[in-house]
């Protein structure tokens, strides 16, 4: 799979382009601002419906501006499809395969399979537990259709119970009966999402510390440990064991909701021990073991967004990576860099076919 063709108006700081992409590396260079991580996010738009750094879809559109329109079109298992995103002010955003609009958005989510790589992606180290559930379900629900709809499903007991919680008033009489509803419900559908991310992080962990060893050069100890209530004994009675804290805080205490992952650089938090080196090379190494195993799951290649990766990597860890994208497994690439020269020799060394534009306040010109 791979993307051939994107048509983008209005979109950010590009007001519009229309690109042709190499099967092999595609290379946006520019200064910082200049629409290179805006591009990469469009490309990202088209596989989930939603931007990677914007929560908001109308901060999307361009200033002085009313919509915004992306057009793709791939080649996906040898067949030509076209695909369309866009947004109106104060409207619903449409998306639509080959002129047909989605009933629903999540009936898109796998079907462009795609992982970005971003210096943002520090944020699964640095910040809460809610950066690595989300990470856990980005990758899941891709391939998994169920594992999405039980995550909607999951929220919606949540925050039933947790309004239910809230409006107690601290009156454990209020709510009593009512709970044994929602904490059946979190039980069984906490418990199969429970499963299915204890299946994943089993089957990444040892991917992720096959492409660390390679990045690092085998000097660095880490690890990946998944937590979860449900680890523990039965859930139904944790959860009745912590009524009362949750009727006198107003909010479930207990649940995959409050899952975390543990991640460790020679036995101790990353987040405290490790150099910005080698926080990036951590995070590097999750996504690229994210990159395998949807490759695994899907049978061919994600499309692959690597936004300002070269940038505080030492010489070794740097020619790893170039290494690693040179190989069969990885196909269509995206790279953004602020120099040239620099991009050019790395990409040269893959042996992949490859282009270059140029970017400038949301332009881009072929420079070859």
């Known amino acids: 799979m791979y993307l051939k063709r994107l048509s983008l108006l209005n979109y950010k700081n590009i007001r519009q382009a229309e690109l042709e992409f190499e099967p092999g590396i595609n290379c946006f260079v520019g200064n910082n601002g200049a629409g290179k991580t805006n591009l990469l996010d469009a490309v990202y738009y088209m596989s989930f419906c939603k931007s990677y750094f914007n929560a908001i879809d109308s901060q999307l559109i361009c200033h002085d501006e009313d919509f915004f329109v992306l057009q793709a079109q791939y080649n996906r298992q040898e067949q030509a499809e076209a695909f369309y995103a866009g947004l109106k002010k104060n409207q619903k955003k449409q998306f639509k395969r080959n002129k047909k609009e989605y009933p629903r958005l999540s009936d898109h989510i796998g079907l462009l399979p795609l992982v970005m790589i971003s210096p943002g992606d520090e944020r699964l180290i640095n910040e809460g537990s809610d950066q690595r559930r989300k990470y856990i379900d980005g990758v899941v629900s891709q391939f998994d259709k169920n594992y999405l709809a039980l995550i909607i499903k999951y929220n919606r007991a949540l925050t039933q119970r947790n309004a239910l919680l809230k409006?107690?008033?601290?009156?454990?009489?209020?709510?009593?009966?009512?709970?044994?509803?929602?904490?059946?419900?979190?039980?069984?559908?906490?418990?199969?999402?429970?499963?299915?991310?204890?299946?994943?992080?089993?089957?990444?962990?040892?991917?992720?510390?096959?492409?660390?060893?390679?990045?690092?050069?085998?000097?660095?100890?880490?690890?990946?440990?998944?937590?979860?209530?449900?680890?523990?004994?039965?859930?139904?009675?944790?959860?009745?064991?912590?009524?009362?804290?949750?009727?006198?805080?107003?909010?479930?205490?207990?649940?995959?909701?409050?899952?975390?992952?543990?991640?460790?650089?020679?036995?101790?938090?990353?987040?405290?021990?490790?150099?910005?080196?080698?926080?990036?090379?951590?995070?590097?190494?999750?996504?690229?073991?994210?990159?395998?195993?949807?490759?695994?799951?899907?049978?061919?290649?994600?499309?692959?967004?690597?936004?300002?990766?070269?940038?505080?990597?030492?010489?070794?860890?740097?020619?790893?990576?170039?290494?690693?994208?040179?190989?069969?497994?990885?196909?269509?690439?995206?790279?953004?860099?602020?120099?040239?020269?620099?991009?050019?020799?790395?990409?040269?060394?893959?042996?992949?076919?490859?282009?270059?534009y140029r970017v400038a306040d949301g332009e881009f010109t072929l420079d070859n």
């Open 167 to 356: 409006g107690a008033k601290g009156r454990m009489s209020a709510v009593e009966e009512q709970l044994d509803i929602w904490n059946d419900q979190l039980a069984t559908i906490g418990g199969a999402i429970f499963d299915r991310r204890t299946h994943f992080i089993a089957e990444l962990e040892p991917v992720f510390q096959k492409y660390h060893r390679f990045i690092s050069g085998g000097d660095e100890k880490v690890g990946v440990i998944y937590h979860s209530h449900y680890q523990k004994d039965n859930f139904e009675e944790q959860l009745q064991r912590s009524v009362i804290r949750d009727v006198a805080l107003g909010y479930t205490t207990k649940g995959v909701h409050r899952d975390d992952l543990e991640l460790l650089l020679d036995g101790y938090p990353v987040k405290k021990t490790g150099s910005q080196g080698q926080k990036k090379t951590f995070f590097l190494a999750m996504k690229l073991a994210q990159y395998e195993f949807l490759s695994n799951h899907f049978g061919f290649a994600p499309i692959l967004l690597l936004d300002d990766m070269f940038d505080k990597l030492d010489d070794l860890r740097a020619s790893r990576l170039i290494e690693l994208v040179g190989r069969e497994t990885f196909h269509q690439i995206f790279i953004t860099d602020t120099q040239k020269p620099r991009l050019l020799e790395i990409v040269k060394k893959t042996g992949k076919d490859f282009n270059f």
